[in-house]
């Protein structure tokens, strides 16, 4: 029997469900994977591997499993042997400086000689080194933000997106130290057989596709026959448009893969030049 490729993602956490939908957007069903830390794909040559997100660049760089989905700051604070090959566009984050409310920093060298309660010391001691400051770093492996209120430290360094858990311990962001998402890291040791390589590129095209098709719409709109030629130069289309009759003569439907972030700036303009009816789908996949 040929060997799968073997996937190693976190079983539980921030980044778990992003995981699973990426996989069922490539096509791939996982079954029965509830409370499982090793299930096969029913339709596609790959085993999935359920970790902590701590454990997966090691997994990874050994080989263990072929490729993971980890946060870009776990996989920096490892600093281990694996090869980042895609930025997944979730998972968004920053690690950040949390200062007390009440406090005032300006400038980063007032960290000299501060004690910093993080889960992150590898990362922030580079930052520190990078900036020739010498202050105290104590590794906690969680709550690290109740840190300073127990005068444990006086700031911390932690994983932020919002800053509510940030404000419900009365503190505030303050120097921002990397900003993070889900990436997928490839094994080094990872030595393709023919079968493996052929199921690693299929899968890494899948994943292109639907990573492309993220980024845009499909929109329709229904506009006068003599405003087709505006209408055109309007939409920053990825391919011509498609131009249908409908059964009102002096109108046709118009059709386009657009990229997402232009749909409102064009919304105004189409709606001024005659366009009316207009809808904005989701697309799976592209494969261009
Ligand atoms: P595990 O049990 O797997 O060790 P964990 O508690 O270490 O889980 P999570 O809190 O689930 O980790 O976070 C996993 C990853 O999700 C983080 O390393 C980071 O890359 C990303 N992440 C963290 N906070 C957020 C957030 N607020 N929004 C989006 N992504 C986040
Ligand atoms: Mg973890």
Same mark, same amino acid.
Request: proline letters at 5%; aromatic letters at 4%.
């Given at each position: 029997m040929s060997e799968n490729l073997k996937i190693a993602i976190q079983k539980k956490g921030k980044l778990h469900d992003k995981s699973m939908a990426l996989l069922k957007n490539c096509g791939i069903s996982i079954e029965n994977f509830q409370d499982r830390l090793f299930v096969n794909a029913s339709n596609f040559n790959l085993d999935i591997l359920f970790l902590r997100d701590d454990d997966i660049p090691e997994y990874v760089q050994d080989n263990v499993a072929h490729i993971g989905i980890v946060g870009e700051n776990e996989m920096l604070e490892k600093g281990l042997d694996v090869e980042p090959i895609k930025k997944l566009g979730f998972g968004k984050c920053s690690l950040m400086l949390g200062i007390p409310e009440k406090d005032e920093l300006t400038n980063i060298k007032e960290l000299e000689n501060k004690i910093i309660a993080t889960s992150y010391p590898n990362i922030l001691n580079n930052f520190l080194s990078d900036n020739k400051i010498a202050a105290k770093v104590i590794e906690l492996s969680g709550s690290v933000e109740i840190a300073p209120s127990l005068g444990v430290a006086d700031y911390i360094c932690d994983l932020v997106s919002s800053g509510n858990t940030l404000k419900l311990n009365k503190l505030k962001k303050s120097f921002n130290i990397i900003d993070s998402q889900a990436v997928l890291i490839k094994s080094k040791k990872f030595d393709e057989s023919p079968e493996l390589k052929k199921?690693?590129? %299929?899968?890494?095209?899948?994943? *292109? $596709? $639907? +990573?492309?098709? %993220?980024?845009?719409?499909?929109?329709?709109?229904?506009? #006068?026959?003599? !405003?087709?030629? %505006?209408?055109?130069?309007?939409? #920053? $289309? +990825? /391919? !011509? #448009?498609?131009?249908? #009759?409908? =059964?009102?003569? $002096? +109108?046709?439907?118009?059709?386009?893969?657009?990229? /997402? *972030?232009?749909?409102?700036?064009?919304?105004?303009? +189409? %709606?001024?030049?005659?366009? !009316?009816?207009?809808? =904005?789908i989701s697309i799976e996949n592209i494969i261009l």
């Open positions: 199921t690693f590129e %299929k899968l890494m095209m899948r994943i *292109d $596709s $639907s +990573l492309k098709a %993220k980024k845009t719409k499909y929109i329709m709109m229904n506009v #006068p026959k003599n !405003s087709l030629e %505006k209408i055109i130069e309007i939409i #920053p $289309s +990825l /391919e !011509s #448009p498609t131009v249908l #009759p409908l =059964s009102h003569e $002096s +109108l046709v439907a118009v059709h386009a893969v657009i990229k /997402e *972030d232009k749909f409102w700036e064009i919304n105004e303009e +189409l %709606k001024e030049a005659g366009a !009316s009816g207009i809808l =904005s």
